[in-house]
């Protein structure tokens, strides 16, 4: 599909208007993340990375020594959410022996794309100064861009950050932010032509030398199909898993399984 095709740019990324059930997923979600929360001891919540209040992640740790840490992400097209409906999507990673930290950040119109990406930046950076080892970055939708964002040429992360970064996951990721320009969102985003441009990761040269994988769902929107698609394009060497049958709700799930594809290419080397 080429974007002479799309006559509805607003239809073309909306999710929940082709996903059956798609209302209910952000109540699971929120009642799943705070159980997970009160169960699991070796935690740090609202450790604060920047000054406002949403600038705070959550930090959770395994059983024994850490292995290193996961960073995940969360989506909702930069404009909703907060780490508290993510917490249980930790119990994969965690489960292997892994750190997750999991940010929130300022949303939408009350920041710009550009400013969300420094503090994702910071969290990052935060996150990392707590515990020696390597790193892996996964984000979801909007964070899915988020990862990718980390490893351009023009990334906010330091290099001492940077060299430890061993594996990127988008998924569902948005890697051309152009076509936002189209849809109504761009009122609470303001991107103009060049801010689209400095923040799409597929128009942007690639910094680090980690592994990266688009990963995406089938049963998506064909537009987020597209934007993995095209990430592996314009990244040689990037990785694309089509998920069977998964949609841009549930393809994270996966996340919570410690045997899942997805959670085995997160941790791999």
């Known amino acids: 599909m080429t974007d002479a095709d799309i006559k509805d740019w607003d239809d073309a990324y909306a999710n929940g208007a082709h996903v059956a059930g798609s209302a209910a997923y952000p109540d699971m979600w929120a009642s799943a993340a705070e159980a997970f929360r009160a169960g699991w001891a070796n935690k740090a ?12 992640l959550d930090l959770f740790h395994p059983e024994g020594t850490s292995r290193g840490l996961v960073i995940f992400v969360h989506g909702g097209y930069w404009l909703r959410f907060d780490k508290s409906f993510w917490s249980h999507f930790a119990a ?34 935060t996150a990392a100064e707590q515990l020696d080892g390597p790193v892996r970055l996964a984000g979801h939708s909007a964070g899915g861009h988020l990862v990718t964002r980390m490893v351009c040429d023009n990334s906010p992360l330091d290099a001492k950050t940077m060299s430890r970064l061993e594996n990127v996951v988008s998924i569902s990721g948005l890697h051309d932010l152009r076509p936002l320009r ?52 314009a990244w040689p060497g990037t990785r694309l898993h089509v998920d069977p049958d998964r949609h841009h709700f549930d393809v994270i799930d996966a996340l919570k399984d410690p045997e ?3 959670v085995r290419t997160l941790l791999s080397a």
């Open 260 to 262: 899942s594809q997805l």
């Open 92 to 125: 994969g990673a965690l489960q292997c022996g892994w750190t997750v930290a999991l940010p929130s950040y300022d949303l939408a119109p009350t920041v710009g794309i550009g400013d969300i990406t420094r503090q994702i930046g910071s969290a990052i950076m």
């Open 45 to 56: 919540l609202d450790v604060a990375y920047g000054a406002s209040d949403r600038q705070k």
């Open 182 to 233: 189209k849809t109504l969102m761009n009122e609470s985003f303001s991107l103009s032509e060049a801010a689209a441009e400095e923040e799409s990761p597929a128009l942007r040269t690639r910094k680090a030398s980690c592994t990266v994988t688009a990963w995406v769902g089938a049963a998506e929107r064909p537009e987020f199909v597209r934007q993995s698609r095209l990430l592996c394009e």
